[in-house]
Nanobody, 118 residues
Framework: QVQLVESGGGLVQPGGSLRLTCAAP????????MGWYRQAPGKERELVAH???????YYADSVNGRFTISRDKPKKTLALPMNSLKPEDTAVYYC????????????WGQGTQVTVSS
């Protein structure tokens, strides 16, 4: 099973910063859009940020202006610097990759925990 690998989660105080990263296997072809999702306890998974192959970005209203999504296409990595973190940002963050070669499918990472607490 192909999986993405997230890193960078941890415990941070409100107002602090973290940088999440996601790495896709080098053998994975056809990466199209990639994104970050999160799931807090008792809540459904939600889209945090998304970036297309053409580098068009989307942010959830709750994180817009605080988080930034970027990708390094040669390295097949995805990053999410997060600033001004709030307790409500506490969640498990998952990396997603939409792949189109040889057929359309999605891959996910196992998640990285982000906890914002004083």
């Amino acid at each position: 099973q192909v999986q993405l690998v997230e890193s960078g989660g941890g415990l941070v105080q409100p107002g602090g910063s973290l940088r999440l990263t996601c790495a896709a296997p080098g053998s994975l072809f056809g990466l199209n859009a990639m994104g970050w999702y999160r799931q807090a306890p008792g809540k459904e998974r939600e889209l945090v940020a998304h970036i297309t192959r053409e580098d068009t970005t989307y942010y959830a209203d709750s994180v817009n202006g605080r988080f930034t999504i970027s990708r390094d296409k040669p390295k097949k990595t995805l990053a999410l610097p997060m600033n001004s973190l709030k307790p409500e940002d506490t969640a498990v963050y998952y990396c997603n990759a939409h792949v189109t070669v040889p057929y359309q499918r999605n891959y996910w990472g196992q998640g990285t925990q982000v906890t914002v607490s004083s």
